[in-house]
């Protein structure tokens, strides 16, 4: 069912309060109008969850084990499936890990002035949010540096190391203030290291990832890794540009501050690696500000302490074509779309509520941003409520 059309010149007094009246705690700074459609999310989803608590818990209980050999059976399933599964708890960098990741990357007194000043300049994440943590290139382009030098700082040398193991993956390049950098012509992730000699110091809070491009695409498949056809494809329809390649060491790298690379690996039953995923930055850019935004809701200084589940990143056209009630042209084999539960309100659980109070962020983060506008579908009638996100460009709604 579509969502009722939201007029954004519209505004509306909190039942109970006097018209115009400013907004205190947590919801300071909202519109009267987004603060009544705050109030009208907090009702309908009192309803929905008395009905879910008439017809039982929605969450399943593990049953105590009758004899110690049932026991024993029930543990080895629980230790199998959480080799599988990540845990519904986030694995994020809060502020204080992201500042001791760069305090070990400060130079040491042998090191020259050069490099004191390149690595001690800040360096926020990428896009609107500053928490996003990769950048997306082909291979041999032309890139932004990671590192800033200061205005008429001495070059430097810069070369790429594999994320995986800080290993070099190619030779030295000069670095000079205002250039930027080439990526390396091998697909794969990197972090850059700078230095002006025998020392080099790893900027390890920023990534690149190197896409292996589409034209290698034989048979419906990456290098053995199955895939499928896009929709379109070969009439000259919209296709990715390439694909990120995700090893079992890199599946955990942070790709924003609440995302890792493997949270967008599709979830069919290939078992190998390595796998290979279609991810769009802009898009993790969007889910940074949709989750800065609850935490201004909620008043917290860090937004790391938001619990954020990535139930569905991308899909190969082989895997979506599988899943129930998806479209032929689903964004999520573009990488620009993702099926998230967020604990808007910091309880502890993912409900209806918190997939109402995500959607009206997303409308908010859209109207101060609109290059970001896109997809939102709000799913409350479920097991597991949770919030559909895309940027593809245009905007779109429904509710079920």
């Known amino acids: 069912m579509t969502a009722p059309a939201v007029s954004d010149d519209a505004e509306a007094s909190p039942a109970g309060g006097p018209p115009n009246a400013p907004p205190a705690g947590p919801d300071a700074g909202l519109t009267m109008f987004e603060l009544a459609r705050l109030e009208e999310a907090r009702r309908r989803a009192a309803e929905v969850e008395a009905q879910v608590r008439d017809s039982g818990s929605v969450r399943t209980r593990a049953r105590k084990p009758r004899s110690w050999l049932s026991a024993l059976a029930f543990v080895s399933a629980l230790g199998a499936v959480l080799t599988v599964y990540r845990p519904a708890e986030p694995d994020v960098a809060s502020l ?97 290291a700078v230095g002006d000699g025998a020392n080099r110091h790893v900027v390890d809070d920023l990534t690149l990832a190197v896409l292996v491009p589409f034209s290698q695409k034989f048979g419906g498949a990456v290098n053995g890794y199955r895939m499928g056809s896009w929709p379109f494809e ?84 082989a895997h979506n074509s599988g899943v129930e009630g998806s479209a032929l042209n689903s964004r999520h084999q573009y990488g620009d779309a993702a099926d998230v539960a967020i604990d808007a309100d910091g309880d502890g659980r993912f409900t209806s509520f918190d997939s109402r109070v995500v959607g009206l962020a997303v409308e908010m983060v859209e109207k101060r941003h609109p290059e970001l506008v896109g997809g939102l579908g709000v799913y409350v009638n479920t097991g597991s409520p949770y919030v559909h996100l895309d940027a593809r460009g245009r905007r779109a709604r429904w509710w079920r």
């Open 96 to 192: 204080d890990e992201i500042a001791a990741v760069r305090a070990r990357n400060r130079p040491g007194a042998a090191d020259s002035a050069a490099v004191a000043a390149a690595l001690a300049a800040p360096r926020p994440g990428y896009g609107r949010s500053g928490d996003v943590l990769v950048r997306v290139a082909m291979p041999g382009q032309l890139v932004e540096s990671p590192v800033a030098l200061p205005a008429g700082s001495a070059p430097l040398r810069y070369r790429w190391v594999r994320a995986a193991d800080s290993s070099e993956a190619d030779g030295p390049h000069a670095l000079a203030p205002g250039t930027g950098v080439v990526a390396p012509r091998q697909p794969g992730v990197y972090r850059i």
């Open 234 to 317: 070969r009439l000259g329809g919209e296709r990715p540009l390439g694909f990120v390649e995700v090893t079992a060491r890199t599946a955990r790298l942070p790709v924003s501050r609440h995302v890792r690379l493997g949270d967008f690996v599709t979830h069919d039953r290939q078992a190998r690696w390595p796998r290979y995923v279609v991810l769009s930055p802009r898009l993790l850019d969007k889910l940074e500000l949709v989750v800065a935004e609850l935490a201004k809701l909620r008043g917290m200084p860090d937004p790391s302490r938001i619990a954020v589940r990535i139930n569905s990143g991308f899909r190969t056209p």
